[in-house]
């Protein structure tokens, strides 16, 4: 009880903190990369959007990446989302950035790798690669 009491509190502070400082920043962009890792020269197509934004179909060969800079809103309710593929893999939904998952896990550079595994995303405050998705699922 007072455990949740106390992560509940800290959630309220967090948002509080949050309001104040987003809208007073709200100017600070964040860049979102994808990376094509497959190997074999094999190439990924992604596309990803926004509510606001289509940033096109992209084909992005072995090795390069693909990536975008935008402010977040002030309603922290930023979202871009993804549908990517490859040769194994069709129209894989992900979402590339949410403000809500993402404005403490990777502040300004919010880094993906896609392998023939799944995706990895930078943990900026960790400094770790984490495996976010698997193609399987
Ligand atoms: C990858 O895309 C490029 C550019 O469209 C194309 O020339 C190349 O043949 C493609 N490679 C493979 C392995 O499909």
Same mark, same amino acid.
Request: charged content about 15%.
């Given at each position: 009880?007072?455990?949740?009491?106390?992560?509940? !509190?800290?959630? +309220?502070?967090?948002?509080?903190?949050?309001? *104040?400082?987003? &809208?007073?920043?709200? @100017?600070?962009?964040?860049?979102?990369?994808? #990376?094509?890792?497959?190997?074999?020269? #094999?190439?990924?197509? +992604?596309?990803?959007?926004?509510?606001?934004?289509?940033? !096109?179909?992209?084909?992005?060969?072995?090795?390069?990446?693909?990536?975008? @800079?935008?402010?977040?809103?002030?309603?922290? $309710?930023?979202?871009?989302?993804?549908?990517?593929?490859?040769?194994?893999?069709?129209?894989?939904?992900?979402? $590339? %950035?949410?403000?809500?998952?993402?404005?403490?896990?990777?502040? $300004?550079? *919010? &880094?993906?790798?896609?392998?023939?595994?799944?995706?990895?995303?930078?943990? !900026?405050?960790?400094?770790?690669?984490?495996?976010? %998705?698997?193609?399987? $699922?």
């Amino acid at each position: 009880m007072q455990a949740s009491a106390l992560i509940f !509190g800290n959630a +309220l502070v967090t948002l509080l903190v949050l309001s *104040c400082c987003t &809208s007073v920043h709200s @100017d600070d962009a964040v860049h979102v990369s994808i #990376k094509n890792r497959l190997g074999s020269g #094999k190439n990924l197509t +992604l596309h990803c959007q926004s509510k606001d934004t289509d940033l !096109g179909q992209q084909n992005v060969g072995d090795g390069s990446e693909f990536g975008w @800079d935008f402010t977040v809103n002030v309603w922290g $309710s930023t979202l871009f989302y993804c549908d990517i593929g490859w040769d194994e893999v069709q129209q894989y939904h992900f979402d $590339s %950035y949410s403000f809500q998952r993402d404005f403490a896990r990777c502040q $300004s550079q *919010c &880094s993906w790798l896609v392998s023939g595994e799944g995706i990895y995303g930078l943990n !900026g405050q960790t400094g770790f690669w984490e495996f976010a %998705y698997n193609w399987s $699922s």
